[in-house]
């Protein structure tokens, strides 16, 4: 397509004007192309940035139905085929899925050697992949719209796991006040904000879950954890947290806790966390994420 040449000496002006009008063609053509590409395609993949089909009538059953149906707005079908789902058999303590598929659940090494302060811990999916992607984009890309299916992901496993739904508390994990403010926002808390909706709604036993957002604080920044070992969690976490505005005058007594982040990797956060809860009194802390690494 030639576009006038703006400095043409001697303008042929029928020329000019049929050029003219071949261009208003193709830009009207152009807007006609998009409108139905949009149609089509009403997004591109926020993982992998390829566009594609929203979720119709007519689209194939999904493998994972709650992450599919969830996530379709955002993430390519491909994308959202590398969702796993954390599943038996497993740790039935510290949630840790085995490699191998055949077996009951079973205790690990590491919960037989040295259980853990909390009594369960259980998460939606396995940490790779789409999961993964989704919540670095929440975390770190600010895509904050990722926060309600990914929440209402954690809600349904919530449901699902009959011995965390009897929680009459849900804590989430904080940040440091530095940490909040650069980010704008506590991703964890995001995660759990519709949650006293959602279970009123829900109303299977007409209880509706209560969020403590400052039961716990960060009293000081901790270095972020990626790539530190165990044990080194262990140091860089050490008096982190303590017991914040919402756990004050014996709020969190007797308590059954849920506590929530969005990843579990070696455990060392919750841990923290949950020594400090059950330290101001609360009788029974859980864990709950939306990811856990293998
Ligand atoms: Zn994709
Ligand atoms: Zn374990």
Not at 45 to 74: E, K, M, T
Not at 195 to 220: H, M, Q
Request: hydrophobic letters at 45%; glycine letters at 10%; aromatic letters at 6%.
């Amino acid at each position: 397509m030639a576009a006038p040449a703006v400095d043409r000496p001697e303008p042929v002006v029928a020329g000019e004007n049929s050029s003219r009008a071949v261009n208003r063609v193709v830009r009207a053509g152009a807007w006609v192309a998009n409108r139905l590409l949009a149609a089509v395609f009403p997004g591109r993949c926020l993982s992998c940035g390829v566009p594609y089909a929203g979720i119709g009538p007519n689209s194939p059953p999904p493998a994972a139905a709650g992450f599919d149906l969830l996530l379709g707005r955002f993430l390519c079908p491909a994308c959202r085929r590398s969702f796993r789902p954390v599943a038996s058999p497993l740790c039935p303590r510290c949630g840790l899925m085995f490699t191998s598929r055949v077996g009951g659940d079973h205790l690990c090494g590491r919960c037989i050697r040295r259980p853990p302060a909390f009594t369960a811990a259980r998460a939606a999916g396995v940490y790779e992949g789409a999961l993964m992607q989704a919540i670095h984009l929440l975390k770190y890309g600010g895509k904050i719209q990722l926060a309600r299916p990914l929440g209402r992901l954690l809600f349904d496993t919530f449901r699902d796991c009959g011995a965390m739904a009897a929680a009459d508390l849900v804590v989430p994990v904080p940040l440091h006040r530095r940490r909040f403010r650069e980010r704008g926002f506590n991703q964890a808390y995001l995660l759990v904000r519709e949650w006293p909706n959602w279970s009123r709604l829900a109303g299977a036993d007409g209880r509706s879950v209560t969020v403590a957002r400052k039961a716990l604080v960060r009293r000081r920044p901790t270095v972020p954890q990626t790539g530190l070992g165990r044990r080194q969690r262990q140091i860089n976490l050490k008096n982190a947290f303590a017991p914040g505005p919402d756990a004050a005058g014996g709020r969190i007594l007797g308590r059954r806790v849920l506590l929530v982040d969005d990843v579990f990797t070696t455990g060392a956060t919750v841990e923290a966390c949950a020594t400090v809860l059950l330290d101001a009194g609360a009788q029974v802390v859980t864990v709950l994420t939306v990811a856990r690494t293998l």
